[in-house]
């Protein structure tokens, strides 16, 4: 078996308002392919490679019955890597194939196991069968032989069942990427299965073949009164939100080397907390007078499992009382993620304290 790790590279994270899900890079097509149940309701989302780099990216096709999404980043990946796209790959059973992809929004993951049938038949349609393990967050993401050719795209896996999960075969994924090339603007567009046509705009029937078309793929996921004035916050930051989506009312996001989280609790308080650093082995009394006894204004300092926190709470019916209030929620928000940004060095040169694993390397 070649090594795989390298695939890390083109293996990414795909982040929404709604959960988290993987994606991969093709090369020659320069675009990067995942589910459409992953994107679902979502124009915009936000990608996140091995070493915690997020990137904006654009829907640009999506085929709901194939179950199939094609994204563009806004920047250009500048990747040499790339998952194989093998049009004359044949599958057999108990070939070697191993799952790619982040489960359950974890870090970059390889499981292996065999194909189980290549041509299981449900519900009209064709996949692959495996035993590979295909968890939620693994959707999207590729599955690959052991020498890096694509074998199919983790869509699936039966809830009541271990070990058997489903991906998308490589004749579907070939005949969806290869329309990519037609949509020259890269505007959002939907894909026929009949003709593999694309509109780029919402009607019941496809204009080319006549055949039904899933116009509800044109919808976006609305967002609520609290998570538009949250994104408005960010906005103060130069932060695009669209790229600190993690999941319902909860946005994450690095300030240099912090991580700065944001979420809702017991659906009453608004939370903005950074996780700084881990506890030094010595020093520790030095340390905590600091902890205790620094003023950091409206944020509170803390421990939690070993780990230094800085934090701030408010509860959300005050967040509406009026103008003032919001603006200043506003100032908080990016006040925080200054001052941890600030702090986690802080606590390493004074008191020898290690970086959180949540920290980005900051070149």
């Not at 869509?155 to 969806?176: E, L, R, Y």
């Not at 609520?224 to 960010?234: K, N, P, R």
């Not at 009026?322 to 040169?349: C, H, P, S, W, Y």
Request: hydrophobic share 35%; glycine share 6%; with cysteine.
């Amino acid at each position: 078996m070649q090594n795989l790790e390298h695939l890390k590279n083109v293996t990414f994270k795909v982040l929404t308002s709604r959960g988290t899900g993987s994606c991969f890079y093709i090369h020659d097509q320069d675009v990067i392919v995942t589910n459409h149940h992953v994107i679902e309701g979502f124009k915009e989302v936000a990608i996140e490679d091995d070493k915690k780099n997020r990137m904006h990216a654009k829907v640009i096709l999506t085929n709901p019955d194939m179950d199939i999404a094609v994204l563009k980043t806004e920047t250009k990946l500048n990747i040499k890597d790339t998952i194989t796209l093998d049009p004359n790959l044949v599958l057999s059973r108990q070939q070697q194939v191993y799952a790619l992809g982040y489960p359950f929004g974890m870090p970059f993951t390889i499981t292996s196991g065999i194909v189980s049938n290549p041509e299981q038949h449900m519900n009209g349609k064709y996949f692959v069968q495996t035993d590979a393990a295909i968890n939620p967050g693994n959707s999207g993401g590729p599955l690959v032989t052991h020498d890096g050719k694509l074998a199919g795209i983790n869509s699936s896996k039966f809830n009541d069942a271990d070990n058997v999960g489903f991906a998308i075969p490589i004749s579907v994924i070939k005949d969806v990427v290869e329309r990519v090339k037609e949509n020259t603007t890269f505007d959002f567009s939907l894909q026929c299965s009949s003709c593999s046509g694309l509109s780029y705009e919402a009607q019941e029937y496809c204009s080319n073949c006549g055949a039904t078309l899933d116009k509800n793929a044109f919808e976006e996921t609305k967002l609520g009164e609290f998570s538009l004035f949250i994104e408005d916050a960010l906005t103060q930051l130069d932060i695009n939100p669209v790229i600190t989506r993690a999941g319902f009312e909860f946005w994450e996001f690095h300030q240099g080397s912090s991580l700065i989280r944001i979420f809702v609790m017991n659906k009453n308080y608004v939370y903005l907390t950074s996780p700084l650093n881990n506890l030094p082995k010595q020093n520790l009394g030095e340390l905590y007078e600091y902890l205790v006894a620094s003023d950091q204004g409206a944020f509170s300092l803390g421990v939690y499992k070993n780990q230094i926190f800085i934090s701030y709470r408010l509860h959300i019916s005050d967040l509406f009382k009026d103008e003032t209030t919001k603006n200043n929620v506003k100032i908080k928000i990016k006040e925080l993620a200054i001052k941890a940004d600030e702090l986690d060095d802080f606590f390493v040169e004074q008191y020898q304290c290690t970086m959180s694993t949540h920290a980005k390397k900051v070149v």
